[in-house]
């Protein structure tokens, strides 16, 4: 009712105690305190023209008039300015039992007291819950009809009329004042979550966008420099070879070599530290092992199978990138309770394969985008045939899904005797 308390809609309670200064401050509209404004004006107006009247009329009670009206104006002061009546159901109850009290007593003195009722409905409706609110309008009602009753002595079809339409107008009125604040709060939450969707959306393109540069300058590195100096490293070590021993050219050759396997080093340092994020604290399988272990929903178990050996960086982003998606797709669309992810070293290649138990999906209908599962299987075939992998896809409705990557490793990996040494 005041400037100062945080409006709420009416026929609701007053609003709880942990609402936020915030919200009270962005609900606090113009409007409402229009609306407030033209409440006390409504009310205290009325009250100064059954004084006015009576005064003017020489009224047989006009001394208890007056004091019946600045009784119920003082009572509608205090109740107002009390910061507890708009805090506390409890403390608006009483405040408006009060009210009920002297404006029962002006209703005894002047028939103009039924004019105070209209004022009360909205009172009513605003600080009691919609189902107590109605029935306090209801009472209110009554008590107008019989005060108008009581003091003219004749029951026409407008003292009933009257006090009724006037409790319509103000539940209506109230009824459609609650559907529009509703509506406002939903538009303003809608607003506020674009705004935050809006946000998260472009921090998530530039991650990205970082990851997706780190991954390109990687496999840049990865393919042009780090590759032609373990290509001019081979072919030094088959000049040594080639020459006699104690040739002129063998110092010169060694120190050639040794330059290139030192910058062929320091490639290798660019790519390790290009790498993502999942795969710079330990290797492929200790990266998949932790993607198992944080899949929301179904049970999801890692297996390694073969000799581990490091594997070029594009190759691990490849099968992190395949594994992250499949997983994706297991969560979202396979309903599934159970899924493995084994990870196989073999002599010449390296092969993931993701299996759930979900109810799987037409793979020709996905391939075409015709049907709603297999999301992101596209790119994840482009992945592997990127690097002359293979990539399939066995499922059927109803018969949980198995995807297989196979990608052969490069030349050099199959030609160093320690692994560790492969980019």
Not at 234 to 244: G, M, S, T, V
Not at 318 to 337: D, E, K, P, W, Y
Not at 392 to 420: M, N, R, W
């Amino acid at each position: 009712m005041t400037a100062a308390a945080p409006p709420v809609p009416p026929g609701s309670c007053a609003p709880p105690a942990a609402a936020t200064a915030t919200t009270a401050a962005r609900a606090l509209t113009p409007v409402s305190k229009v609306l407030k404004l033209c409440l006390h004006a409504l009310l205290l107006g009325l009250l100064a023209l059954a004084a006015g009247r009576a005064v003017a009329d020489s009224a047989p009670r006009v001394g208890w008039v007056v004091a019946a009206c600045a009784l119920l104006a003082t009572v509608y002061a205090a109740g107002v300015r009390a910061p507890a009546v708009h805090s506390s159901p409890r403390a608006g109850a009483v405040w408006l039992a009060g009210l009920g009290a002297a404006w029962a007593g002006l209703l005894l003195v002047s028939p103009d007291g039924l004019w105070i009722a209209f004022p009360l409905y909205f009172l009513e409706l605003h600080l009691l819950r919609l189902r107590w609110g109605v029935a306090a309008v209801a009472v209110t009602a009554c008590a107008a009809i019989g005060g108008f009753l009581a003091h003219s002595g004749a029951a026409t079809p407008g003292a009933f009329l009257g006090p009724l339409l006037g409790g319509a107008v103000a539940v209506a009125t109230v009824l459609g004042y609650q559907a529009l604040y509703r509506e406002s709060e939903r538009r303003r939450e809608l607003i506020e979550e674009l705004i935050t969707t809006r946000a998260d959306l472009a921090a998530a393109e530039r991650s990205a966008g970082i990851l997706a540069e780190r991954e390109r300058l990687a496999r840049e590195i990865h393919d042009t420099l780090a590759q032609g100096l373990s290509s001019i490293q081979l072919l030094l070590r088959a000049a040594e070879r080639a020459l006699p021993e104690g040739a002129p050219a063998l110092p010169h050759i060694a120190q050639a070599r040794e330059a290139a396997q030192d910058n062929l080093a320091e490639a290798r340092r660019f790519v390790r530290a290009l790498t993502p994020p999942d795969l710079e604290h330990g290797s492929l399988a200790a990266a998949l092992e932790r993607l198992c272990a944080g899949v929301p929903g179904p049970r999801v178990r890692f297996s390694l199978s073969g000799r581990p050996r490091v594997l070029p960086t594009p190759y691990e982003v490849a099968l992190l990138r395949i594994a992250q998606s499949a997983l994706a797709n297991v969560v979202r669309h396979a309903r599934a309770g159970r899924a493995e992810i084994t990870l196989t070293f073999m002599d010449a290649s390296v092969t993931l394969d993701i299996v759930d138990d979900g109810h799987g999906f037409d793979p020709s209908s996905a391939a075409s985008g015709s049907g709603d599962g297999g999301f992101g299987l596209p790119a994840m075939r482009s992945r592997a045939e990127t690097l002359g992998g293979l990539f399939t896809v066995e499922s059927a409705p109803g018969q949980g899904t198995a995807v297989a990557v196979t990608l052969p490793l490069p030349l050099e990996h199959l030609e160093h005797a320690d692994p560790v040494e492969a980019l």
